[in-house]
C-alpha cells in the first residue's frame, strides 16, 4: 500500500515516512484549494448562466416590443396612405373614370399618377348628339351651301364633256388627257366670267 501511495503523490520509490506525510499534508491543502476554486468557478458559472439568460429574456423582450411597434406604426403609415389616396382621389374626381386602377397606381408611385393627373383634363358628361337616321327630316347641316347648285354642276359637266370629246377628235389624245385638259379650260373660263 505504501508503494501505491508513493505513486498517488508522485514520489520517488525510495521515498521516506516523512516524505510521504509532507506530501500527503501538502496534497491535502490542494485538494481543498482545488476544491475552493472549482466552487467558486462554478458559482461563477451558474451566475453567468442566470445572467445570459436574464439577458435572453430581456432581448426576446425588447424584439417583441419592438415588432409591436413596428406592427403599430405599419398600420399607422398604411392609414396614412390610405387618407392621403383618398383625399388625391377627390381631389382629381372630375378627371378618374376607373377609380380602382388609379387608386392602385396612387399607392404604388404616386408621385407619378399625380403627374399624369394633372396633366389630364377634366371629364365632360354631356350627352353626344342623338345620331340623325332620316334625311328626310333633317335640315341642312352647316356650311353646306343653299339654293340649287345642281343645275350650276350640270351645266359645267356637259361643258367639260364636250370639250374633252372635242380635243379628243382633234388631237388625237386619250379620254383622260381630254377630260383633263377640258376641265382645266372650262374653269378658266368660268374665272374669267365671274371676274
Given at each position: ?81 390610405e387618407e392621403l389616396v383618398n383625399?388625391d382621389l377627390e381631389t382629381f374626381k372630375d378627371r378618374i ?99
Amino acid at each position: 500500500m505504501k508503494d501505491t501511495l508513493i505513486k498517488l503523490l508522485g514520489l520517488k520509490a525510495d521515498a521516506s515516512d516523512e516524505d510521504i506525510t509532507n506530501a500527503a499534508a501538502t496534497f491535502q491543502a490542494d485538494m481543498v484549494a482545488y476544491k475552493a476554486d472549482c466552487d467558486e468557478k462554478v458559482s461563477n458559472s451558474a451566475q453567468a448562466v442566470k445572467d445570459a439568460e436574464a439577458a435572453k429574456v430581456a432581448a426576446e423582450t425588447a424584439k417583441l416590443a419592438a415588432e409591436e411597434k413596428a406592427g403599430k406604426l405599419e398600420n399607422t403609415i398604411k392609414t396614412m396612405a390610405e387618407e392621403l389616396v383618398n383625399a388625391d382621389l377627390e381631389t382629381f374626381k372630375d378627371r378618374i373614370t376607373n377609380k380602382d386602377e388609379i387608386k392602385a397606381a396612387l399607392l404604388n408611385n404616386r408621385a407619378a399618377t399625380i403627374a399624369v393627373l394633372r396633366n389630364t383634363k377634366a371629364i365632360t358628361t354631356t350627352a353626344p348628339a342623338a345620331p340623325l337616321h332620316n334625311s328626310k327630316t333633317a335640315g341642312t347641316p352647316q356650311g353646306s351651301p343653299t339654293g340649287d347648285t345642281k343645275s350650276v354642276d350640270d351645266a359645267a359637266a356637259k361643258r367639260v364633256s364636250n370639250r374633252a370629246r372635242e380635243i379628243m377628235k382633234n388631237l388625237n389624245n386619250s379620254f383622260q388627257q381630254a377630260f383633263m385638259m377640258a376641265q382645266a379650260e372650262v374653269a378658266k373660263d368660268d374665272k374669267l366670267v365671274n371676274a
